[in-house]
């Protein structure tokens, strides 16, 4: 990804494969915090069969044909419900949380 995230950050990868939106709410000490998205759905018509992708809603194109290009998250404001789009999936990363099981 395109920052680097210290030691007790965690990510939380969320798939949606169902044809309708879902909400997913984060609770206790999660729900104070903002979140970095990295959103990933299928760009045009043919759904999960596309050969493209959108990242945040923006087209995700290879800078050469051996280079990523810079992941850029979007943030999302502390208390703010995760909305996943159908057909889609995310890695969600809250940094700084001090996880235990992330210090090692």
Known sequence: MSQS???GSITIFI???HRSRKKIKLAGSLRN???Q???LQPLGPE???SRSMLLNGEPLQLKDDES???LRPRTLRAGRTIAMPPTSIGFYVIKN???HACRR
């Open 33 to 35: 915090r903002t979140v």
């Open 68 to 70: 990523l290009p810079e």
């Open 5 to 7: 995230y210290t030691r």
């Open 15 to 17: 798939s949606n494969l």
């Open 97 to 99: 949380i001090n996880a």
């Open 47 to 49: 759904g999960l069969h």
């Open 37 to 39: 998205q990295y959103l």
